[in-house]
């Protein structure tokens, strides 16, 4: 089992392959050591917003920050989202999730998704996956900070249940919760087999 992945969780993950809405057909899949160089080559291509967003700094994101987006550490989880390259070369990684388990069964998590893919469902389905193994390794709940001016992913967050309000310590940020066992997180759960293909 790569990086302390929850074994619980690990098991329910292979891999599963999307079509998206313009047609393009991409994978996900538990993200592995070996995907470092490429995550940080998505990481690199972000725009300075993307990159804003994601890691609230729009310059370069430090090398053990890009390591821990495939190493999450015990009992958390990393994703990634890959498509085929263009020229026929390796495979590049589109999108990326991963929670942490920061104790007293909450899993913190964070999703990327490169600038060109943005827009097609991707950092929806990744989220709705991290939930489902999150539930599976036996957390009670998850969160995550977001950027106030993040309004798409805010509503996205609103969609799957969760409840976003101001961060009383930094009002630049609302943080996003979800308690298992909620309508949102029973909605996810029971999820149709097909829901994570095409939509």
């Known amino acids: 089992m790569e990086h302390g992945q929850d074994w619980r969780a690990s098991r329910l993950l292979g891999n599963e392959n999307w079509t998206l809405r313009r047609g393009e057909q991409v994978t996900l899949r538990a993200a592995q050591a070996e995907d470092g160089a490429a995550v940080r080559g998505m990481v690199e291509g972000l725009s300075r917003e993307s990159r ?25 989880m990393a994703l990634v989202v ?14 990326n999730g991963q929670f942490v388990v920061t104790g007293h069964g909450t899993a913190e998590f964070a999703v990327v998704v490169a600038d060109a893919w943005q827009g097609q469902g991707l950092g929806r389905r990744v989220i709705g996956r991290l939930l489902q193994l999150a539930q599976a390794a036996g957390m009670r709940r998850m969160r995550g900070d977001v950027l106030s001016e993040n309004r798409r992913m805010l509503a996205i967050l609103r969609d799957l249940g969760f409840s976003c309000r101001r961060n009383p310590e930094d009002s630049f940020l609302h943080e996003a919760t979800l308690a298992f066992g909620t309508a949102g997180a029973d909605t ?9 293909g095409a939509r």
């Open 52 to 76: 804003y967003f994601r890691f609230l700094t729009g310059g370069r994101v430090a090398d053990e920050v890009v390591e821990a987006l495939v190493a999450p550490g015990a009992r958390g």
């Open 82 to 95: 890959t498509a085929p390259a263009a020229d026929g070369g390796a495979e590049a990684v589109v999108a």
């Open 188 to 196: 996810v759960t029971r999820l149709p087999a097909g829901w994570f």
